[in-house]
C-alpha cells in the first residue's frame, strides 16, 4: 500500500519540556488515521509538524515520499489543513472566504459544491459571526478542501460540539473518505475514533503507546469483554463468585456492577453464574477504545507513581 | 497576481466592513478637523467682537469706523445701546466696546483767518478723545483695537498738522499671506491620522488576526508570506488616501483651509508616512502577542507622539533638550515634510534631514519586521 505520510523518530522540545518525544507512525492512502489522545498529548504539535507549521527538533517527516523540510511549497498545495477551533476572517462571507483561500492554490474545486456537502449553500453570504458553531465546524472542514487535496487533517473537528451537530460531522468525514480522500483526524473522544478511523494511534504525554487497526487494538485490552449487571445487591458470596471469572467494578450508578472478563470462557462461565444471581436487567459488551484508552493511560500513571 | 489581487480586494472589504478600522481611519481625523475648523477655521483671524457706539456721525467718525472694519481683524456687532453693549461686555459677549463723542470730527471754525494768504485755510477741529471699553480678559481683542484706533488718530493728527509720514511700517507674513492656524493643525491632523490608523490598524490588526488563528491557517496554504503583507499594506495605503482626501475636502470645503503647495506631494508624503507607520506597526505585532499587549503598546507610542511631535503647536516651544529627542520621533519630521510642501510651496527637500530621519526609521522598521514578524509560531 502507498505510504502518504512516513514519520521517523520525531522530536519537538520547546526549552526543557518535551511535546513529543520520538515518535513514529505511517499513513496509508485511502484510510482515515486517528491520533487518540488527551489535551496536551502532542496529537496537535505532531499534526501541525507534518503540515510544515512548525520545525521538528529532530525526525524525519515524508509527505507524498518527500521530505517536508525541503518540500514545504509542493507538499502544502496537495494538502487541506482544518486547524482546531481555527476562526476566519469575521468581516468576509462564507463564499468570499473560499474564494480567497482558492486563490493560494494552483488547483481549486468548486466553492459552491463544498458548499453544498454540508448543507450551507444557504448561508454562503453570511460571515462567520452569522453562522452557528456546528455550522462553523462544518465550514472549517470544507475550506480545507478548497484545493481538492489527496490529504486532509482533521484537528479534533467535533471538539465542542453537542452529539447531533458531531454525529452530523461524522457524516461529513465519512463523505469526505468516499471522495477518495486519506484522512487524518485528531480526537480525544474514543467512541468518535470508533466510527471513523481505520487505524489509530493512543498517544499520551509525548508518546505513542499503541497503534493498529482500530478493531484489532481493542483486543489488546486486558479485559475484551464485559457484563452489565443491574440488581438490588449482591451478597458477599454472589461477589466472590463472580469475582473468580474476572474483575467486578461497582458501576457509575446505584445498584450496577460491571464484571470485566478477561477471555470468551470466562464469559461464558460468568454468564451462567449470572443467571443464577437473575439480577434485574444484564448487558454483554465487547470492550471499547476507551476501556484501552484508561486501561494504558491508568498503567502509566501508576508506574510513574511508583519510580517517585 | 490573481492571488495578490484577490488578497488586496479582500483586505479592502474587510477593512471598510471592521467599525473600529474605519473609525481610526476616518471618524477620529474627521472629528478632530470639525473641532479644529469649528474653532478656528471658519471666522479666519477673527481676534473677537467688537462695537462701534459712534455718537458724532460726523465725515471723520465714519472713517474712523470703516478703519476698524477694513482691518478684517474684528466681528462687528451692531445696534446695541451703551448700556446693553455694556453689560455684553461683563458677560464676556463683547470684547471690546469703542465710544466715539459727539465732539469727535466737530469743525469749530471753518477757516483760519490767514494774512498773507500763501497757507491754505485749514478747518479747525474740537478736541475729543475716543473712548476704548474692553473686557479684561481679551487683552488681545484690546490691544488691537487700541493700536488700530491709535493708528488712525495719529496719521490725523499729523495730517492736519501738515506733517508727512517719514517712517512707516511694511506688514509681511511669511508663506502664504491667508495662512491662519487652522491650516498648521490641519497638516498635523493629516500625520496624526496617518499615524493613528497605520500604527494601531496594522498592529492590533496582526494581533487579532494572530488569536483568531488566521495567520497561522494562511499558513497551512502555500501562499508566499510577501504576498501577504504586501496586499495588507497596500490595502491600507488606499484607505489612507481616502482619508487624506476627505480630511482635505471637508477642511477646505467647510472651514476654509489651505493648502497653497501641491496637493501631489501632500499625498505622497502621506503615502511614505502610511508605510513608514504601518512598519511601526509590523514591529509592535512581532513583540506582542495577544490583541490587548498590541493596544496598549500602540497606544504608548502614539499618545506621546500625538502631544509632542507638533501636531498643534511647532516643536520648538518646547524645552530645548526635549526639541533636540522629539525632532528625531517619526512623527516629527514627516509633519515638517507635509508643512514645508503645503504651506510653504517648498520641496520636501528642501530640509534633507527630514527626509533621512523618515527613511531611517523605514529602514530600522523594515529589518525588525522582516526579522521578527512571523504569521505562526514554530
Known amino acids: 500500500m502507498e505510504k502518504y505520510i512516513e514519520v521517523k523518530d520525531l522530536h519537538k522540545r520547546y526549552g526543557k ?5 520520538g515518535i513514529s507512525f505511517d499513513v496509508y492512502k485511502g484510510e482515515v488515521f486517528g491520533l487518540l489522545g488527551e489535551n496536551g498529548a502532542g496529537k496537535s504539535t505532531t499534526l501541525e509538524m507534518i503540515e510544515g507549521l512548525r520545525r521538528p527538533t529532530s525526525g524525519e517527516i515524508k509527505v507524498f515520499g518527500k521530505n517536508i523540510k525541503t518540500n514545504t511549497r509542493f507538499i502544502k498545495q496537495k494538502i487541506g489543513v482544518q486547524l482546531q477551533s481555527s476562526a476566519y476572517y469575521s468581516d468576509l462571507t462564507l463564499r468570499e472566504i473560499l474564494d480567497l483561500f482558492c486563490s493560494f492554490y494552483d488547483n481549486c474545486t468548486s466553492t459552491q459544491e463544498l458548499l453544498e456537502i454540508v448543507n450551507l ?51 461529513i468525514v465519512l463523505e469526505i473518505k468516499k471522495r477518495g480522500k486519506t484522512i487524518v483526524i485528531t480526537t480525544h473522544y474514543m467512541e468518535e475514533a470508533e466510527v471513523l478511523c481505520d487505524r489509530v494511534a493512543i498517544m499520551d504525554r509525548g508518546e505513542i503507546l499503541v497503534i493498529g487497526d482500530t478493531d484489532q487494538i481493542i483486543e489488546k485490552v486486558d479485559y475484551p469483554f464485559k457484563i452489565k449487571l443491574s440488581t438490588k445487591g449482591l451478597s458477599q458470596k454472589e461477589r466472590g463468585k463472580l469475582s473468580k471469572f474476572g474483575n467486578l467494578d461497582p458501576g457509575e450508578r446505584k445498584n450496577n456492577f460491571v464484571l470485566k ?12 453464574e449470572v443467571e443464577n444471581i437473575n439480577p434485574e436487567t444484564f448487558t454483554v459488551e465487547k470492550a471499547s477504545l476507551e476501556d484501552l484508552f484508561i486501561q494504558l493511560t491508568g498503567r502509566r500513571a501508576e508506574k510513574d507513581e511508583n519510580l517517585s | 497576481m490573481k ?12 477593512l471598510v466592513r471592521n467599525r473600529q478600522a474605519l473609525f481610526w481611519s476616518l471618524a477620529f481625523p474627521l472629528i478632530f478637523t470639525v473641532v479644529f475648523g469649528l474653532f478656528f477655521g471658519s471666522e479666519s483671524q477673527s481676534l473677537g467682537s467688537l462695537m462701534i457706539i459712534d455718537n458724532s456721525k460726523t465725515e471723520l467718525s465714519e472713517s474712523l469706523s470703516d478703519a476698524i472694519k477694513d482691518s478684517e481683524v474684528f466681528t462687528l456687532k451692531e445696534g446695541l445701546s451703551e448700556e446693553q453693549a455694556r453689560e455684553d461686555l461683563k458677560k464676556g459677549k463683547l470684547g471690546a466696546l469703542v465710544i466715539i463723542p459727539k465732539q469727535f470730527g466737530e469743525i469749530v471754525e471753518s477757516s483760519i483767518q490767514v494774512p498773507s494768504g500763501t497757507i491754505p485755510s485749514q478747518p479747525k477741529f474740537n478736541k475729543a478723545d475716543i473712548k476704548v471699553v ?7 481683542t484690546n490691544s488691537t483695537v487700541v493700536s488700530v484706533v491709535d493708528k488712525f488718530l495719529s496719521q490725523f493728527n499729523l495730517k492736519v498738522q501738515g506733517a508727512e509720514n517719514l517712517y512707516s511700517i511694511e506688514e509681511e507674513k511669511l508663506g502664504n499671506e491667508n495662512l491662519t492656524y487652522f491650516d498648521f493643525v490641519l497638516t498635523g491632523i493629516i500625520g496624526m491620522a496617518l499615524m493613528n490608523s497605520s500604527i494601531i490598524g496594522i498592529a492590533v490588526g496582526m494581533a487579532k488576526y494572530r488569536e483568531d488563528k488566521i ?30 482626501a476627505l480630511i482635505l475636502i471637508v477642511s477646505t470645503q467647510f472651514f476654509n483651509a489651505h493648502i497653497v503647495g501641491s496637493i501631489f506631494t501632500v499625498f505622497m508624503i502621506a ?22 499587549a ?28 526635549l526639541v533636540s529627542v522629539v525632532e528625531l520621533l517619526p512623527l516629527a519630521p514627516l509633519l515638517r515634510m507635509i508643512r514645508t510642501v503645503a504651506l510653504e510651496a517648498e520641496s520636501v527637500f528642501t530640509e534633507p534631514k527630514n527626509f533621512i530621519i523618515v527613511a531611517v526609521w523605514i529602514i530600522v522598521c523594515f529589518a525588525i519586521s522582516a526579522s521578527r514578524f512571523r504569521l505562526s509560531e514554530e
Open chain 1, 261 to 272: 472478563l478477561p477471555n470468551k470462557a470466562s464469559l461464558i462461565n460468568a454468564l451462567k
Open chain 1, 121 to 171: 449553500e444557504d448561508k454562503a453570504d453570511k460571515t462567520v459571526g452569522q453562522i452557528s458553531g456546528g455550522q462553523k465546524q462544518r465550514f472549517s472542514i470544507i475550506a480545507s478542501l478548497v484545493n481538492d487535496p489527496e490529504l486532509v487533517f482533521l484537528d479534533e473537528p467535533t471538539t465542542g460540539l453537542d452529539p447531533l451537530a458531531r454525529r452530523n460531522l461524522w457524516d
Open chain 2, 215 to 244: 495567520l497561522k491557517r494562511v499558513t497551512t496554504t502555500p501562499l508566499r508570506t510577501w504576498k501577504f503583507i504586501v496586499a495588507e499594506v497596500v490595502s491600507r495605503l488606499i484607505v489612507n488616501l481616502f482619508q487624506i
Open chain 1, 17 to 21: 519540556s518535551s511535546a513529543v518525544k
Open chain 2, 271 to 292: 503615502l511614505l508616512g502610511g508605510l513608514l507607520f504601518q512598519l511601526i506597526g509590523f514591529t509592535i505585532a512581532s513583540f506582542t502577542k495577544t490583541t490587548d
Open chain 2, 294 to 321: 498590541a493596544q496598549g503598546m500602540s497606544t504608548a507610542l502614539t499618545i506621546p507622539m500625538m502631544f509632542l511631535t507638533g501636531i498643534f503647536f511647532p516643536i520648538e516651544q518646547l524645552p530645548k533638550w
Open chain 2, 3 to 14: 492571488t495578490l489581487a484577490k488578497l488586496f480586494i479582500a483586505d479592502l472589504k474587510i
Open chain 2, 134 to 140: 474692553y473686557d479684561p480678559t481679551s487683552i488681545q
